[in-house]
């Protein structure tokens, strides 16, 4: 039951803790059964499917978008999209940068790391986020985007120390930004880390995740 699954990992979380339902493909009854628990933040991975089920579920969801997002579909988020996880390239910025002025509002946007082993998941290496940083023009070259923080994904190993040691690296790299450029965030005292999935969050938020993106423990598995 997706109201029990909810509770129990709600139970689980401290306060100061986000909770991202991860909706993806998953039917909309199963969302709107979230909802009727209470669920307000939804999490979703391919555009056209998002941009669908904001047609038809409330409109007090908050909608955050957490797959590799393509430059030419981030016209169809843009409208209504909350929180981007899953910002990857300067390329992907200028794009969110422009579809943000074209619907007249500031986009938030996260900054996804890689620190997996997988050469498959996308995000940018610690040190290309530090150069990127270092020279504090982000706020000149993005005005429309809003960098709220960072987002991560641990390796597919069944390997709880390994989980561990990527976490650390996240926040490891948040310290050594605020350590070269404080300039980055839009609030440098309040930075979204975004870790932590089905298996893997209870560790996550050991290791100072304050958003953790959850999938399978609420709706169950996906059907691809
Ligand atoms: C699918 C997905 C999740 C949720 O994964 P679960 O293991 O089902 O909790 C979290 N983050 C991202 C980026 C995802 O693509």
């Known amino acids: 039951m997706i109201s029990e699954n909810l509770a129990h990992i709600r139970a689980t979380i401290p306060?100061?803790?986000?909770?991202?339902?991860?909706s993806k493909y998953h039917?909309?009854?199963?969302?709107?059964?979230?909802?009727?628990?209470?669920?307000?933040?939804?999490?979703?991975?391919?555009?056209?499917?998002?941009?669908?089920k904001v047609k038809?579920?409330?409109?007090?969801?908050?909608?955050?978008?957490?797959?590799?997002?393509?430059?030419?579909?981030?016209?169809?988020?843009?409208?209504?999209?909350?929180?981007?996880?899953?910002?990857?390239?300067?390329r992907l910025l200028d794009e969110v940068e422009k579809q943000a002025v074209k619907n007249n509002r500031t986009i938030p946007v996260l900054l996804q790391l890689h620190v997996a082993q997988e050469e498959s998941k996308w995000g940018f290496t610690p040190d290309e986020l530090i150069e990127l940083a270092k020279s504090c023009d982000m706020k000149s070259r993005w005005p429309h985007v809003e960098f709220k923080g960072l987002m991560g994904m641990a390796s597919f190993v069944d390997d709880p120390e390994q989980w561990?040691?990527?976490?650390?690296?996240?926040?490891?790299?948040?310290?050594?930004?605020?350590?070269?450029?404080?300039?980055?965030?839009?609030?440098p005292n309040n930075i979204t880390m975004s870790f932590g999935m089905s298996?893997?969050?209870?560790?996550?938020?050991?290791?100072g995740?304050?958003?953790?993106?959850?999938?399978t423990a609420i709706f169950g598995a996906r059907e691809y």
């Open 164 to 187: 561990r040691q990527e976490f650390r690296r996240i926040v490891a790299t948040r310290d050594e930004l605020l350590k070269v450029a404080t300039c980055p965030f839009a609030d």
């Open 209 to 215: 995740s304050n958003m953790v993106r959850v999938g």
């Open 56 to 90: 038809v579920l409330p409109d007090d969801i908050e909608w955050h978008f957490i797959g590799h997002l393509q430059t030419n579909k981030v016209k169809y988020i843009a409208p209504f999209v909350t929180l981007i996880h899953s910002i990857d390239s300067e």
């Open 27 to 52: 039917p909309v009854a199963a969302l709107q059964e979230a909802y009727d628990a209470g669920q307000r933040v939804f999490g979703e991975s391919r555009e056209m499917e998002l941009r669908d």
């Open 15 to 22: 306060e100061g803790v986000t909770l991202v339902a991860v």
């Open 199 to 207: 298996e893997d969050y209870p560790i996550a938020i050991q290791e």
